[in-house]
């Protein structure tokens, strides 16, 4: 069965300064992976996803994500981080052969100091 | 851009009553699902709807779940009759293939008392 493990459950980080978010899956064959950003009260919003091709992937607001086969990771990135950032991040990974559900990571939770 | 809307956005209800969930998805999405998330916990896969039938279900998605889409645009959850573990936001997701991306709602917000 397919899973996500987000090691970190929360991190802090100061306005301006670099990012990672990690993500690391369990699948069989190659994965559809996504990250979603949920904000307090809010819905899921997809920041970028991973189907095939170019395994540097870009999304909105600014962040990448890495796909490594090798390290069954699809790791989060933002160089430059904004207070607005601020949220819940989920990585998913979805559409195992005959299956469209996707599976969640548990979240990690960004805080951003000023 | 169009979105995926649901209604309403809070609904509390007592124990053993029924509940429905209603979703708007994206006009042109063919894949229609249900998800839902506990309060500090992950979100959970409920349900997946195409071609007028359920393709896939949890084993969260039990008997008393049922799920239609009664006209060309609504999505409905329905919960029977309603347990205190209910209590969660539920998220209706639309995608227009099968591995393709799934637009989420809003959610609603449901707490059963």
């Known amino acids: 069965a397919q899973s996500v493990t987000q090691p970190d459950i929360h991190i802090t980080v100061s306005e301006g300064a670099s990012l990672e978010l990690r993500c690391n899956y369990s699948?069989?064959?190659?994965?559809?992976l996504f990250w979603y950003v949920q904000s307090p009260g809010q819905g899921l919003q997809l920041l970028l996803k991973?189907?095939?091709?170019?395994?540097l992937v870009q999304g909105i607001k600014g962040f990448e994500a890495e796909f490594k086969r090798s390290q069954s990771s699809f790791n989060l990135r933002k160089p430059s981080v904004h207070w607005s950032d601020a949220a819940e991040y989920f990585c998913?990974?979805?559409?195992?052969?005959?299956?469209?559900?996707?599976?969640f990571g548990s979240g990690t939770r960004l805080q951003v100091q000023p | 851009e169009p979105e995926v809307t649901q209604t309403p956005s809070h609904q509390v209800t007592q124990m053993g009553q029924e509940v429905i969930l209603r979703c708007v998805p994206i006009s042109n999405h063919l894949y229609f699902y249900w998800y839902r998330q506990i309060l500090g916990q992950k979100v959970e896969f409920l349900v997946s709807?195409?071609?007028?039938?359920?393709?896939?279900k949890s084993e969260i998605f039990d008997d008393q779940f049922s799920v239609e889409r009664p006209d060309g645009s609504n999505f409905t959850l329905k919960i029977r009759s309603t347990k205190l573990e209910d209590s969660a936001m539920y998220f209706c997701?639309?995608?227009?293939?099968?591995?393709?991306?799934?637009?989420f709602g809003p959610g609603t917000r449901l707490l059963v008392l």
């Open positions: 997701a639309s995608g227009q293939g099968a591995a393709e991306t799934q637009y």
């Open positions: 998913a990974v979805g559409a195992a052969p005959g299956r469209r559900a996707l599976t």
């Open positions: 709807f195409y071609n007028n039938e359920i393709s896939e």
């Open positions: 699948y069989g064959a190659t994965p559809y």
């Open positions: 991973y189907f095939s091709g170019d395994t």
